[in-house]
């Protein structure tokens, strides 16, 4: 890791587990300059199938140290945490700045052809009041297909990237989406993507699939105050053991090979 510079302005990003390495990933490629603290709730995973009260309690925890390590601007790289959390956390910490992760309905709307789309989103997101407004504001002229996927997040949670289990898993959730008759597809967990291959060969070369890691960068860099000559950093902290962890993080290409630190929050 890096020492600390801190004359620039520490970047805080959390999610359930190793989902919101999809999002570091794409904020390393797009900030290389700046300094992160990454911190997944590994012993809490994956949020989907939680309670949303203990959603937020996590939530607020993990804020608190992540504020305690002078994160001002912190990324919720969780849809789920996102669509629970995110309005509560900016109410109890007025003094951060928080960038959230939401499906991406609207670019989804944009690209399709055909006006049907799916999204493909834990229960919880699924069931949210966020993702109903989304749909409405952004595609209200679209058929829109949600898809809950109980299991999915958790397996990927667990290392399960490929093969027959992954495979079980997928196959009705894609079976109900290719029902749907759509041409575009919204992974709406930070997870998601690390299936991206199993799911685009169920669902066949005409289906595109909207990942929101990029345009979240992209917010994250219009709203991060970097001072010029900063030195760059990484931290990864984990609440709990996961051997997923530090096999998906060789496998994104902007992220350092670092000692995962644990942490009990």
């Known amino acids: 890791m890096t020492p600390a510079n801190t004359s620039s302005p520490l970047i805080g ?4 587990g190793v989902g919101g390495l999809t999002v570091l990933d794409a904020l390393r490629r797009r900030l290389p300059q700046a300094q992160f603290v990454y911190l997944g709730d590994v012993a809490c995973a994956p949020y989907g199938e939680r309670e949303p009260a203990d959603v937020v309690d996590r939530c607020h925890r993990i804020v608190a140290h992540l504020a305690s390590l002078g994160a001002r601007l912190i ?3 969780c849809n789920t945490a996102t669509v629970t959390a995110i309005a509560e956390l900016r109410r109890r910490w007025p003094d951060l700045r928080f ?6 309905v609207k670019p989804a709307a944009m690209h399709s052809r055909s006006r049907r789309i799916a999204v493909m989103a834990t229960p919880a997101t699924a069931a949210s009041p966020r993702l109903r407004d989304l749909i409405a504001k952004f595609a209200n002229d679209v ?3 949600v898809q809950p996927c109980p299991g999915l997040a958790a397996l990927i949670e667990d290392g399960v990237h490929g093969g027959s289990a992954l495979h079980a898993t997928l196959a009705p959730l894609c079976d109900a989406i290719r029902r749907a008759d759509v041409d575009t597809v919204v992974l709406g967990c930070t997870h998601y993507p690390f ?3 199993a799911i685009r060969a169920l669902l066949g070369p005409q289906v595109t699939l909207v990942d929101t890691a990029t345009a979240v960068a992209e917010r994250v860099a219009t709203v991060h105050s970097q001072t ?3 030195l760059p950093g990484l931290r990864v902290i984990s609440t709990g053991d996961s051997g997923a962890m530090a096999l998906l ?3 994104c290409h902007h992220l350092e090979q670092v000692t ?3 942490a009990s929050i």
């Open 13 to 16: 990003a959390f999610d359930s």
């Open 75 to 77: 990324v919720v790289a």
């Open 99 to 104: 960038v959230g992760v939401e499906p991406g």
């Open 143 to 145: 058929h829109v297909h």
């Open 195 to 197: 299936a991206a291959d």
């Open 228 to 230: 010029e000559g900063s």
């Open 249 to 251: 993080l060789s496998r």
């Open 260 to 262: 995962i630190e644990r």
